[in-house]
């Protein structure tokens, strides 16, 4: 991975962090629930829809006509 992209996900974490209660990172568990609850509710839905975006345009590609059928 490029530094760039370390850098967004740097960034992305540091979004996440400063959404959590304080008193929530303060232990382990607490740690892992806050985890948990953002990579639910933030990172987890947009992954979906990025793989959704993909499977669509993959589909659009494979039903186009091939060069060959447009010839006839």
Request: proline share 4%; net charge negative; hydrophobic share 45%.
């Amino acid at each position: 991975m490029d530094s760039a992209k370390k850098a967004q996900i740097q960034a992305i974490a540091a979004l996440l962090y400063e959404e959590t209660d304080p008193e929530q990172v303060q232990t382990l568990a607490g740690i892992e629930a806050a985890v948990r609850e953002h990579m639910l509710e933030h990172v987890s839905p947009e992954i979906g829809n990025f793989l959704s975006k993909q499977a669509v345009a993959q589909q659009a590609d494979a039903n186009a006509p091939s060069a060959a059928s447009l010839d006839n």
